[in-house]
């Protein structure tokens, strides 16, 4: 079975740039979430997509950062524009839908992304 | 509010040595998912094993084992005769019950080192 794929792998950009990652899930795995893994920490929480739905985007910087869903399968995560701070590891995770239960998530590889 | 600490920044020791890695959580959830995940040098966290809070058992895998104990908020990990394979970043992470809950939330992760 497939896992979790991500591209690119890894990005440079300057500052006030935008940039994009994709992600495409597990087959079969409704629910997708993005994390931002900045360096020395554990990943953090971006945003929750239940099929093409945002179930938690809570912590998601909205004035600069952008995900959508639209099919319930792929998603793309936008950074416009971007800061020094956005430097990280942005990690995407599916898990499948247990009908209210919570399910294990399974990580892709990252996109390790570096603004000067 | 939840939070995981993992008070154990860094640990380094010998191959064949028995290591545990430390976690303690809050939560004021009375049930909830308790992980271990692996982040080895290449970046993608690999899922080890999930407990939920009603299941205290122990458990062990091959030269992995795992304590939970609700009394004391603490699952710890334990590599026995551990292998330079098993140096890696390794974090633990707690979720609400509830898909729509199920956010991970991490620890900031411990840094084992094997060596030969």
């Known amino acids: 079975e497939a896992g979790v794929a991500q591209s690119p792998r890894y990005k440079i950009i300057e500052k006030r740039q935008s940039v994009a990652f994709w992600c495409n899930p597990i087959?079969?795995?409704?629910?997708l979430y993005w994390y931002q893994q900045i360096l020395g920490q554990g990943p953090k929480l971006l945003i929750q997509f239940q099929n093409n739905g945002v179930v938690d985007d809570s912590q998601l910087p909205k004035d600069r950062f952008s995900a959508e869903r639209l099919k319930g399968v792929d998603s793309t995560l936008k950074i416009q524009p971007a800061k020094l701070e956005d430097s990280a590891v942005y990690l995407c995770?599916?898990?499948?839908?247990?009908?209210?239960?919570?399910?294990?998530?399974?990580f892709g590889p990252g996109t390790r992304l570096t603004v000067l | 509010a939840q939070k995981v600490t993992q008070a154990q920044t860094e640990i380094s020791v010998v191959e064949k040595e028995d290591v545990t890695l430390d976690c303690v959580y809050e939560?004021?959830?009375?049930?909830?998912?308790l992980f271990w995940y692996k982040q080895p040098p290449s970046g993608e966290l690999v899922f080890l094993i999930r407990?939920?809070?009603?299941?205290?058992q122990n458990e062990i895998s091959g030269r992995y084992s795992w304590n939970f104990q609700k009394s004391t908020s603490s699952f710890n990990f334990t590599i026995t005769a551990s292998q330079v394979v098993d140096s890696a970043v390794y974090f633990c992470a707690l979720s609400r019950y509830g898909g729509s809950q199920g956010n991970l939330i991490f620890g900031k992760g411990t840094k084992l080192s094997v060596k030969p």
């Open positions: 407990r939920n809070s009603f299941d205290e």
């Open positions: 995770a599916s898990s499948l839908d247990l009908g209210g239960l919570t399910d294990t998530q399974y």
């Open positions: 939560t004021r959830d009375t049930t909830y998912y």
């Open positions: 087959s079969g795995h409704a629910t």
